[in-house]
């Protein structure tokens, strides 16, 4: 875990078909993505990571590869990205491509070769059963759609075959043993596909569902964790300065085999959907059934059970790798769905003076609508955080040029739409206050990556949240009332948003402030 320049790391997520399109096809495209790096690098990100895009079906939005060495040609092709690799360099900027090493297409050729009924180099490539009729317990699995008499299993959608990295424990003749000649070869063939791309400029890659390689694995997932500790073993002789990020929201496994960073990630009831969007259903147009969460103004959250959850993984973990916020990603509702502008600026205050790397998604800086559209690309109700980039008050609000009926997805239609364009000439604007943050964080070494977390105040019932990075004395109050803080010492006041009085010993605080030591 090699990656020297994460610790000021701030990672922006670019999903590529809704970013920028320059040929007026209606897909967002790689030279798009180069035309914007100037913004990415005004944000003050100096990090992408760039969701799949490699020739695919887009039966899932191009997780699922067709070809891993090919850019698919919606978006342009090898030499584009090369030539983005190069100009993101130039401007200081990192690139992470998004690895996919549990499943291919079904229409990748690997998947086709091992679809025959003569053996081949490939027939072991994914996992099958040994009959038609063999249908296994507890795993997902397709049957009856090719010439091989087996059963295929799945990863994730029907049109996503599981490569072959093995099993924890066997229970069928059918199921090899993880570590075994053929599930070595998957892993050199995974390899394989990292070197081209790292050899070409990439300077590393998130890993798509990374925990889940090995079947029946043990419950620390051993096995999975072995076939990292081999890529970061080639990645540092080879290319130190890589870096992996996990989806995979288990920071004790993923940090322990290679991985520099794994996400925290959203999911239901755990600490951070209680931080950012703890109401029972997504995917409508409005919370329903009420929202505690603790960035809205007007519940009586505290943060509490945020840190039950949060601080002994964080605490087990600090010094083997960082564990990253986001605002959100393309699989998650975005923040603005619940969350005002203003309740946002609290959100993020926190987010980008937390340690880890922070990652920050296209359109979460001005505040773009989760809205409910019908699905795209496998999308579901993901479909309505991929909606394409609003950059200007124009037409398709400067996105593309090209016909409104002919866009990826339909733009916002609300008068007032947030853009980059009317929140640039707001002093005020939630673009301009997010810059402002992650200036500060660069400014701060003791808020970056791996500066020391250290719970400073929080008491059942009391909205107010504190907490030190280093020497540094961060505090949060989302509620709509003025609190009182005791401070340990005499502090200056550095960073703040909202009301905040500071006298010798006492902060008064409503929104956010950053104090340091006199």
Request: with cysteine.
């Amino acid at each position: 875990m090699a990656a020297t320049w994460l610790n000021d790391a701030v990672f922006y997520e670019i999903y590529p078909q809704s970013f920028f399109d320059t040929n007026g096809d209606g897909i967002g495209d790689i030279p798009g993505m180069t035309a914007k790096l100037d913004y990415v690098k005004s944000l003050g990100c100096n990090a992408l990571w760039i969701n799949p895009c490699f020739d695919s079906p887009f039966k899932d939005a191009g997780y699922d590869v067709r070809d891993y060495k090919k850019v698919a040609p919606r978006y342009g092709t090898n030499e584009d990205l090369v030539h983005f690799f190069e100009e993101a360099h130039k401007r200081g900027i990192r690139v992470l491509l998004d690895l996919v090493p549990c499943h291919t297409s079904e229409e990748h050729p690997w998947f086709r070769e091992s679809s025959k009924e003569e053996p081949n180099e490939y027939s072991d490539r994914f996992i099958w059963t040994n009959s038609c009729w063999e249908h296994p317990e507890d795993i997902p699995f397709v049957g009856g759609e090719a010439p091989r008499d087996g059963c295929y299993i799945l990863s994730f959608f029907k049109c996503q075959p599981a490569l072959n990295f093995g099993f924890g424990t066997p229970k069928a003749p059918w199921q090899q043993q993880a570590g075994s000649a053929h599930t070595l070869e998957t892993r050199e063939a995974i390899w394989d596909v990292m070197r081209f791309w790292l050899e070409k400029g990439c300077d590393g890659f998130r890993v798509d569902m990374a925990g889940a390689l090995v079947k029946n694995d043990t419950p620390d997932r051993a096995y999975t964790q072995e076939v990292y500790k081999d890529f970061r073993q080639r990645l540092d002789a080879q290319f130190p300065e890589a870096a992996l990020v996990a989806e995979w929201n288990t920071p004790e496994q993923a940090l322990n085999c290679g991985f520099d960073m794994d996400f925290y990630l959203s999911w239901a009831g755990n600490g951070y959907s209680h931080l950012m969007r703890n109401y029972p259903v997504i995917g409508q147009e409005g919370p329903e059934g009420g929202d505690s969460s603790y960035f809205k103004a007007d519940t009586d959250a505290d943060p509490l059970p945020f840190l039950a959850e949060y601080l002994p993984t964080y605490l087990k973990t600090r010094g083997k790798g960082l564990w990253c916020f986001i605002t959100c990603n393309h699989d998650t509702v975005r923040p603005r769905f619940n969350l005002s502008p203003e309740e946002l600026k609290l959100a993020y205050s926190l987010i980008f003076t937390m340690p880890g790397a922070p990652f920050l998604y296209y359109g979460d800086e001005i505040g773009m609508r989760y809205r409910k559209l019908p699905n795209k690309e496998g999308g579901f109700n993901r479909t309505g955080s991929r909606s394409p980039m609003q950059w200007t008050n124009g037409e398709n609000l400067g996105f593309s040029q090209g016909k409104a009926e002919d866009l990826y997805l339909p733009v916002d239609p609300a008068p007032g739409a947030p853009t980059v364009e009317a929140q640039e000439s707001d002093p005020d604007s939630l673009l301009n206050y997010t810059r402002r943050l992650i200036a500060l964080r660069h400014s701060q070494p003791e808020l970056q990556a791996r500066s020391p977390f250290l719970p400073y105040f929080a008491e059942p019932g009391n909205r107010l949240l504190a907490y030190k990075r280093g020497t540094l004395l961060c505090a949060v109050n989302p509620g709509r009332e003025a609190l009182t803080l005791n401070l340990d010492g005499k502090y200056r006041l550095l960073f703040s948003q909202g009301d905040a009085a500071l006298t010798d010993d006492t902060l008064t605080l409503r929104g956010f402030a950053v104090l340091a030591p006199l």
